[in-house]
């Protein structure tokens, strides 16, 4: 079964300093989307970034990108010069193509709570 | 501002009630999807549907049903409501439905069941 882990509850980084949010996935379906969301105190799901799995290249958007290591299930995301208002809980989900009917739905993993420290 | 809306924002209800969440999505957009953030369940996928039919279904409640409507807005009605219900309930919306896009969610509709 399809399974999304992210090992770490909660982190701190210091501002303006790099962080790497750690993802993990399980699947046996080929083709797949990963992707980071983020979700403020305030309770909204934001989008942040995607990868395919038959992406080449790793994602990059803006301070964002994903480090995606397709031979050991991961993709992590990297914050690069964190920002008080990077402060949230983060999470990582995938999709799976079409699979017994079901396609696109986003299996998430229970988050990251990143901390950024002034 | 993604462009998916949600009412209301915040629902407060008794066991037993019934209720009903609404969703419009991004213009354009054909695939509606309803997924449930409890404290003890995380983030979970409830049902999927595609230019007003069901496309698939997740760990939703038979309690629960929802529907897609000609002008592609959708209804989530949530029915003998429990304590367990409370949770905050997303609407997101994608173009096709492909597991390649990204979905976009709406601001959420917190319930409380008292």
């Known amino acids: 079964a399809q399974k999304i882990t992210q090992t770490q509850p909660g982190m701190f980084v210091q501002e303006k300093e790099a962080v790497t949010l750690d993802c993990t996935y399980d699947?046996?379906?080929?083709?797949?989307?990963l992707f980071w969301y983020k979700q403020p105190s305030s309770g909204e799901m934001i989008f942040l970034i995607y990868q395919g799995s038959y992406d080449q290249q790793n994602a990059t958007e803006g301070r964002y990108s994903l480090n995606f290591q397709k031979a050991r299930k991961s993709a992590n995301l990297v914050i690069s010069a964190s920002q008080l208002g990077d402060s949230a809980m983060y999470f990582c989900?995938?999709?799976?193509?079409?699979?017994?009917?079901?396609?696109?739905?986003?299996?998430f993993g229970k988050g990251t709570k990143l901390s950024v420290k002034p | 501002d993604s462009g998916v809306t949600q009412t209301p924002k915040h629902l407060i209800t008794a066991t037993g009630q019934r209720v009903t969440l609404r969703c419009s999505p991004r213009s354009g957009d054909l695939s509606v999807y309803w997924y449930q953030q409890s404290l003890d369940q995380g983030l979970q996928f409830l049902i999927q549907y595609y230019n007003g039919e069901e496309r698939a279904k997740g760990n939703i409640l038979e309690r629960f049903s929802a529907q897609q409507f000609p002008d592609l807005h959708s209804e989530l009605n949530l029915s003998s409501l429990e304590l367990g219900d409370s949770a905050l309930y997303f609407c997101a919306s994608s173009g096709s439905g492909s597991y390649q896009e990204t979905q976009y969610f709406g601001p959420g509709t917190r319930l409380l069941v008292l």
């Open positions: 699947t046996s379906d080929p083709s797949y989307g």
């Open positions: 989900a995938m999709s799976r193509s079409n699979y017994g009917g079901s396609q696109g739905n986003l299996i």
